[in-house]
């Protein structure tokens, strides 16, 4: 993945519903791609664990057609990717997320600006003030904003974050699996102070 992290191992992971390893677990708690991708995967292979618990056979191609889905995921990390009611799918790319999640978040009384949050990695899909991991319908979102000197900060925060995942759902109908929210910096006052 763009993370570095191996993809088998984070299928074998929600397959054989264990926990990972300490030390990667630090980093799929702190990496969206990997919070993306196992949310993906979770939701993917529901089915088979469902399947796992009764003494039934899978209909013929199940298994084949979970895991070619499974497979063709890492071939679209900078994109979502939405099956179509007809022949096709839909790619959104990371970037529009993005811009969707840093509107959403201007729209909420306090905030002031959504600016970038310091260096950014890489690996993330950066826009102004966003950062956006994706795999298959799910999304990770990260948004650094500046608040108004004076507004409650965390209100502020967890209403930019229902504001991003309504906007997200509405929109795209994708799933944000987890909206960050950084406060980078307050608005002076217009005295200065």
Wanted: include cysteine; aromatic fraction near 2%; hydrophobic fraction near 45%.
């Amino acid at each position: 993945m763009e993370c570095g992290a191996d993809y088998d191992a984070l299928v074998a992971q929600v397959a054989e519903r264990r926990a990972p390893a300490p030390e990667a677990a630090a980093h799929q708690h702190a990496c969206p791609h990997c919070r993306a991708a196992i949310a993906e995967l979770e939701e993917l292979w529901a089915p088979v664990s469902t399947l796992t618990g009764e003494q039934v056979r899978a209909p013929a191609g199940l298994v084949e057609s979970i895991m070619a889905r499974v497979r063709e995921l890492p071939r679209h990390s900078s994109y979502a990717v939405l099956a179509g009611d007809g022949p096709g799918a839909t790619r959104i790319a990371g970037r529009v997320v993005g811009a969707i999640a840093r509107r959403a978040a201007l729209g909420v009384p306090g905030v002031t600006a959504a600016v970038g949050g310091g260096p950014r990695r890489r690996d993330v899909m950066s826009g102004e003030g966003t950062a956006v991991a994706v795999s298959g319908s799910h999304v990770v979102v990260e948004v650094a904003l500046v608040v108004a000197f004076g507004a409650p900060v965390l209100d502020v925060a967890a209403q930019v974050r229902a504001a991003v995942i309504e906007h997200v759902s509405r929109l795209t109908d994708l799933t944000a699996t987890a909206v960050d929210v950084s406060v980078v910096d307050l608005e002076e006052r217009p005295d200065g102070r």
